[in-house]
């Protein structure tokens, strides 16, 4: 199995010598590099765990980092960030806690997992829809044993029923479980690497909807691979190098009935690992992301992509930034004092989205009930200039009021549109996300109020199946929308709402 330590995790994490910590704890260097290499085990009973705990927590705040905090909240989420003696013990028991070990013999049983729904042999097999759970949880406590750093690798051809019901709703308890299991996995200090076999081609905006935090998550990339496979059988392994699988599978001739198997023996873990390794040979990088706060990196991005004289759809774009002036957003950005390098930023970003204007054909999609609620608000927050500028940018009744006024007034270019409406009827589309794609080209979608990145795809089958999603939305848009005065009327009843 692995040779690395956590100890090692958390040294070469933290930028800690051997020498400065054998000198601490006052024992030979030695010692250390052989607990770092997993030759020899830290003990409890003579005092040196907690020694070292100690002496690791101290550099964890010198640093004023959370390395080791975020480790030990996954695995107990009620530890007192103010109390440095419950660390110091949860970071000393972590330190000498056990492996999980595979039995010594194929003879034997695995002492570890006791499937209440399958049965144990050389290795353990969980029946049907519950034992996915059970499999899944006793694959995360293996893992959450494991030092940090590793990489699990997810190649994912639809052996999981991940949703049952509409997925963009609350009834998605098994995605959330999920969501909770990588959510710890990668707060831990693992890497996951999903290769999706089956992408939706029909509808992926479902897909990325439903997965949107987890591919934004740190640690987490997210690839293609194109596979022939019969249609009837289907899998989801989930593989650790020389440590673990948890394969998942199913058969639609046979009713979808799935099996689940662990396995921890070395030689079909390294099978599954040297499959998993020629899948990354024929796959391509799915989603890339963006920090929010890198707009010019994004725009940047954005215009490379993007081919002119080709139709763009924008869904709940941000006003501010892309559809008002650049002398009021000066004005908003000035009025909340902020830094002058941050307010040439936005500025250069505004302007690369009237570029963007001139040289395209765009059609912007903007939430009424959003508006709405800006006019209702006591203090209205804009979260993508916040995030941009790193501090709180806030809309004044009196800007608020300018901003609805001028888009009355946006000198939209030629087969350029913007659109008012209700999205209350529209439960395919996630509260507050934005998305920009253009056909055959680029999508991207954003949601700072949940998450710190842009994400983006130049798959052609997502970004043609987005297209069509809005494309289909436009359609439903009742026709009273698309009046002009219609919506003047309503920006104007907004704007004198305004107190």
């Known amino acids: 199995m692995t040779s690395v330590s956590k100890l090692d995790y958390l040294m070469k994490s933290l930028n800690v010598l051997g020498a400065e910590t054998a000198a601490v704890l006052q024992i030979d260097s030695t010692t250390i590099s052989k607990w770092r290499n997993n030759q020899r085990s830290i003990s409890r009973k003579n005092g040196q765990a907690r020694q070292l705990a100690e002496f690791l927590l101290q550099k964890e705040k010198e640093q004023n980092v959370k390395i080791i905090f975020d480790i030990l909240k996954t695995l107990k989420e009620d530890i007192n960030p103010e109390s440095i003696e419950q660390q110091i013990e949860a970071l000393s028991f972590w330190l000498t806690e056990k492996k999980l070990e595979p039995p010594n013999s194929p003879e034997m049983l695995l002492p570890v997992f006791t499937p209440q729904n399958g049965y144990n042999t050389n290795i353990s097999v969980f029946l049907d829809d519950d034992g996915i759970d059970e499999a899944m949880t006793s694959y995360l406590e293996y893992v959450l044993r494991l030092p940090p750093g590793q990489i699990l690798y997810l190649v994912d051809y639809s052996g999981i029923k991940w949703t049952k019901g509409d997925e963009l709703t609350d009834q998605q308890e098994r995605i959330n479980r999920c969501m909770n299991h990588f959510r710890a996995v990668s707060h831990y200090g693992h890497r996951l690497i999903i290769i999706d076999c089956n992408t939706d081609v029909y509808r992926p905006y479902r897909a990325i909807f439903r997965w949107m935090e987890l591919y934004l998550l740190d640690g987490v990339e997210v690839w293609s691979c194109s596979l022939i496979h019969d249609d009837a059988y289907h899998y989801t392994n989930f593989i650790i190098e020389n440590e673990i699988v948890l394969q998942c599978i199913s058969n639609t001739d046979i009713g979808g009935k ?4 662990l396995y921890t023996n070395k030689e079909t873990v390294d099978f599954f690992f040297n499959n998993v390794t020629g ?10 992301s963006v920090p929010v706060s890198e707009v010019l990196t994004f725009m940047d991005i954005v215009q490379k992509s993007l081919k002119p004289k080709r139709p763009i759809y924008m ?47 765009c059609s912007y999609l903007c939430n009424l009930d959003y508006l709405e609620k800006l006019v209702l608000s006591k203090k209205i927050e804009d979260d993508n200039l916040s995030e941009i500028c790193g501090q709180k940018v806030i809309i004044t009744k009196k800007h608020l009021r300018k901003m609805i006024e001028s888009l009355m007034r946006l000198p939209l270019y030629q087969d350029n549109h913007i659109l008012f409406t209700s999205f209350d009827y529209w439960n395919a589309v996630p509260e507050n996300l934005c998305l920009l794609v253009q056909e055959d080209c680029f999508i991207a979608a954003w949601n700072v109020k949940k998450y710190k990145k842009r994400l983006y795809c130049l798959n052609l089958d997502i970004i043609s199946g987005f297209y069509r999603y809005i494309d289909d939305l436009k359609t439903a848009i009742p026709k009273i929308c698309w009046d002009k005065n219609w919506q003047d009327k309503q920006l104007l009843r907004l704007a004198e709402s305004v107190m």
């Open 279 to 288: 899948i990354m040979k024929k796959s391509k990088r799915l989603i890339e």
């Open 258 to 261: 799935p099996h689940s198997l």
């Open 315 to 361: 869904l709940n774009p941000s006003l501010t930034l892309q559809l008002i002036n650049s002398d009021l957003l000066k004005e908003i950005l000035e009025t909340n004092g902020i830094l002058q390098i941050k307010i040439d930023e936005c500025l250069a970003a505004a302007k690369m989205i009237q570029q963007m204007q001139h040289k395209n054909y």
